[in-house]
């Protein structure tokens, strides 16, 4: 029996990707390769020596997701395939919600009909908007900004209804903090198709010499230096968290959520001293206006996903830069090398 994992040639999908056939599962990869290159799972299956199955298709096209569920043996589904950049969902609302929404519930209605209900699902913290207080647990109130957040709600409240109308759905939501770092091969790491938006790809395209300076998003919050506070995790954490979900998917199906994160915030300017400990470079910087939607301090408590999954972030923030770096100097123009 195998895992689909859609998105899989993506960021965190080619990472769950690895530590999935680590671990010795057998998995089948859909995606449309809108945001990633198929070179990415080449990579994959060079960093574990393991075979995968590819497909390249499009959530929104059923037949193809039909056929794929007639011609291969899927226990459980791993959903990370959708669009995620914020500030292009504010300009594309439309686009957003076909290819999220749509495309998970083709997604589902394929499952449905295959007898497949087990899936755990890519959210964000982003579903928490501007929380009052930190650390952020899961059962804060639900609030998204922008319209790539509010798919995100919608598509996590679609899978509890599912859940009510036939609870053999089995259903894990992630909430992922601020994924950074990349696999410590140096072989695949976050790839983004033009200017960065993240934070962790600005600094190493500064870094390598791609971009002249990195502008900080201002320095007036009420935070300790000013600057704006996330929870970053490193990447393989956040795969190795998939394959404790799998593992819970095991038990009574319920719908469960889960924080991704490590509990720890770190400031921009924190980031930027960091990298430059570890990569041995200067990360030259502005400070700019606010960036509009930003907010000031977010972080998890990830202690319901500890005692619940058993799974803990174990990589710090000098790995996450280690491995970033690794990745951006081995790779400067990510899988068009
Ligand atoms: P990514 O863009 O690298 O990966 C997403 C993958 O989905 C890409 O390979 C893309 O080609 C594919 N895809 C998109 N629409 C598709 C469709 N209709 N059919 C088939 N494939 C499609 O992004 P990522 O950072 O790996 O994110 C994975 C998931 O995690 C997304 O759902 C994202 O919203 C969520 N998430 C990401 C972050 C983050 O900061 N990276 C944070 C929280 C949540
Ligand atoms: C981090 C910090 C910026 C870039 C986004 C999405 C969220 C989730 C994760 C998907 C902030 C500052 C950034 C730059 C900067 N994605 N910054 N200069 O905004 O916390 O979260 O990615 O679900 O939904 O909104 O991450 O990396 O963009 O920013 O100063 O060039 O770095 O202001 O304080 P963010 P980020």
Redesign the pocket.
Known sequence: MAILV?????????HTCVELLNAGYEIIV???????SEKALERVREITGKKLTFYK????DKEALDNIFKKEKIDSVI??????AVGESVSMPLKYYH??IT?TITLCEVMQKHGVKDIVY?????VYGNPETVPIREDFPLAATNP?GRT?LVIENLLKDLHVSDNCWNIVIL?????IGAHESGKIG??PKNIPN?LMPYITQVAVGKLEYLGVFGNDYDTPDGTGVRDYIHVTDLALGHLKALEKLKEKPGVSIYNLGTGKGFSVLEMVKNFEKVSGRTIKYRILPRRPGDIAICFADPSKAKKELGWEATRDINKMCEDAWRWQKNNPNGYND
């Open positions: 859609t998105g899989g040639a993506g960021y965190i999908g080619s859909v995606d449309n390769l809108s945001n990633s298709a499009d959530l929104l959903h990370f395939a959708g669009l995620k290819n999220n495309g890519s959210s964000s913290a982003t790539y995100k909430r992922y903090f601020n994924p976050e790839d993240n």
